[in-house]
């Protein structure tokens, strides 16, 4: 059997550059929100009604919270290490929750990938993947029709790659914007409660490791998702209508992906909870079902 490799060392430094972005965020919660716990507290102490929804003119507790809150926002979105994976300049950087599209993404919708460069940003992650995934796909057709099959992609990967870009650059974004709008309902929440200084304290430190669980998850996602399309795509296009379900069959694999196992599914037909690859952190992989030489379209 010739295995459909997982690109691990791209998703390993997926992971590593998402998770730099979650550092930042930490790190500026860290340096801005904790020491103005106690004023915050002190100022919320001053006044006998609870906060109410909504109420946040500038000089309430709550309304300096939430200046905090979106000053933090603006450091990790100005932050290197969020820029990088983002992939636009920092001069052009102003308006950074508008509709900006990764900077080398027109590098990469020709037909063929490019270089499969070592760059961070989510258009260079996405050539890589794709890069490596043609590689696997070469090597397919060599073990099943032998050397001399020349194999060229017939049509471009735009739709799929970009349709990934702009999805992986909203998941990023709302790494910091989901923990802060989360963390200020629960420092609302603790405050009304009457909680003390210290509590409050270590009620947001307890909170640091959520945005770095929720980057490992999504970078670790999303490269095996964008694998498992380029998969589908590229078979479906050579004209293979079946493959087999392959697994890693480790603890981690689905008891259902288990018993899947060597069983033949068509592509135009998914499981109920999509094809190999397809589901959340899923390691599977679709072994082609060749048709035979006369039917695949190789070039
Ligand atoms: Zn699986």
């Given amino acids: 059997m010739n295995k459909w490799r997982h690109p691990r060392a791209i998703e390993s430094e997926y992971v590593r550059s998402l998770r730099k972005i979650a550092r930042e965020l930490r790190h500026q919660v860290n ?18 009604d609870a906060v109410e ?4 003119d500038d000089t309430s507790w709550s309304g300096i919270l939430a200046a905090i809150l979106l000053a933090i926002l603006g450091s990790v979105k100005r932050s290197p290490s ?5 992939g636009i300049p920092a001069a052009s950087n102003e308006a950074m929750g508008g509709n900006t599209t990764p900077k080398s993404v027109e590098s990469i919708l020709g037909n063929t990938p490019s270089n499969g460069r070592a760059g961070d940003s989510i258009a260079e992650y996405a050539d890589r993947v794709n890069v490596f995934n043609l590689r696997q796909m070469k090597r397919a057709i060599k073990a099943e029709y032998g050397n001399d099959e020349e194999y060229a992609q017939r049509e471009s990967l735009a739709g799929l790659l970009k349709a990934w870009e702009r999805e992986n650059l909203s998941l990023i974004r709302s790494i910091p914007d989901d923990y802060v709008t989360r963390l200020q309902g629960s420092i609302t929440r603790a405050v009304n409660q009457g909680m003390d200084v210290r509590e ?6 307890s909170t640091y490791d959520q945005p770095d669980h929720r980057a490992q ?29 392959r697994g890693v069959l480790d ?10 196992e060597g069983r033949t599914f068509k592509w135009k037909e998914p499981p109920y909870d999509g094809h190999p690859g397809q589901p ?19 070039n």
């Fill in 53 to 56: 929804e909504g109420d946040q």
């Fill in 217 to 245: 998850l999504i970078a670790e996602d999303q490269i095996g998702k964008l694998n498992a399309n380029l998969t589908r795509y590229r078979q479906q296009k050579a004209g293979v209508r079946e493959y087999k379900w």
């Fill in 31 to 48: 340096e801005q929100l904790i020491p103005e716990i106690s004023r915050i507290h002190d100022m919320a102490k001053g006044r006998d």
């Fill in 82 to 86: 969020y820029i990088v994976v983002i």
């Fill in 251 to 260: 603890n981690r694999e689905r008891y259902v992906h288990k018993e899947r």
């Fill in 200 to 205: 409050l304290r270590d009620l947001i430190k």
């Fill in 280 to 298: 959340i952190r899923c390691r599977c992989w679709a072994e082609p079902v060749w048709p035979d030489r006369d039917n695949v379209k190789l």
